[in-house]
């Protein structure tokens, strides 16, 4: 089924000056499971939702590491992320061989996109389905990269792709400014945050989360479940002593509230908290 007759052909133009075949593969990253990237100014920090597609099977794997210095998480098609990945590893083989130096981040991003325009201009060809989060660490410092499957790529401090991402995004744009200061530790807690309000009403553990971490003398590193699960569970263990914090401030401020003879008491209403989870879906 089209929705309409400008969609048969990748190269064929809309009326409206639009290209339905890329707008479709750029649906197909909607529609995978989120990917998360924020960076600081010593560490790049990349999470995924690990989803199976059946209680029998396995997760897909959504980080790949690319050289030592660069890594990426995709959101969509994760053929096509796994045949992109190969040829970013090929060319940081190829420039490190020719000029005995890692291949800038930028440079290797603009490669790919280059890559990926090619698909959007030849009949017998169809775009790549997937969309990248490229981490990496040059001379320049850390760096967020997002590769578009129409060949359009961006720099940013911390961004969310796939489904159910919009909450994640909003938590980063609430959250992105501390972002430049923040040590690895509390890069990976932002990260976890983020990922737990794309899962919403599900329970975040090591089995349904992936992180990564690149960095100054740390080379981009997939974390084990072993070590994530520590994060998760300081994650959980913050909460709760956060929580039993406002609850004992709040017994407090009430014993000190001693009513005077002849006055009204007045009440506060307390609302819902605003890191109180949305239901948002992309």
């Keep these: 089924m089209f929705r309409n007759q400008y969609d048969t052909d990748v190269t064929t133009w ?78 940081c083989i190829n420039h490190h061989f020719v000029f005995e130096s890692p291949l800038p981040v930028g440079r290797l991003v603009v490669q790919v996109a280059d890559k990926a325009q090619v698909c959007t201009q030849r009949s017998w060809k169809r775009p790549y389905g997937v969309g990248l989060l ?13 590769n578009c499957p129409s060949g359009n790529y961006a720099e940013y401090h911390a961004f969310a792709i796939g489904s159910r991402s919009q909450a994640a995004k909003t938590y980063l744009e609430r959250k992105f400014e501390t972002f430049m200061e923040c040590t690895k530790e509390e890069l990976i807690r932002h990260a976890l945050f983020a990922v737990k309000e794309s899962l919403q009403e599900e329970e975040l553990s090591s089995g349904n989360c992936g ?54 008491s007045r009440g506060i209403s307390v609302g819902a908290s605003e890191d109180t989870p949305t239901d948002m879906e992309t």
């Design 211 to 264: 992180v990564a971490v690149v960095g100054i003398d740390e080379p981009f590193i997939v974390l084990d479940p072993k070590t994530l699960q520590a994060y998760i569970e300081a994650l959980d263990s913050g909460k709760d002593e956060m929580q039993t914090m406002e609850e004992t401030g709040t017994d407090d401020r009430q014993s000190s509230q001693v009513p005077q003879e002849g006055t009204g």
């Design 134 to 146: 490229v981490a990496g660490l040059d001379e320049a410092g850390p760096h967020l990269y997002y």
């Design 14 to 91: 809309s009326p409206a000056g639009r290209l339905h075949q890329v707008e479709y593969a750029m649906e197909a990253v909607k529609q995978g499971s989120a990917a998360i990237g924020l960076r600081s100014k010593t560490y790049v920090v990349l999470a995924t939702v690990n989803k199976a597609s059946s209680e029998l099977s396995a997760h897909q794997k959504k980080l790949f590491k690319i050289d030592n210095h660069i890594g990426i998480a995709m959101a969509g098609l994760t053929a096509d992320g796994r045949v992109l990945s190969r040829y970013m590893r090929s060319e």
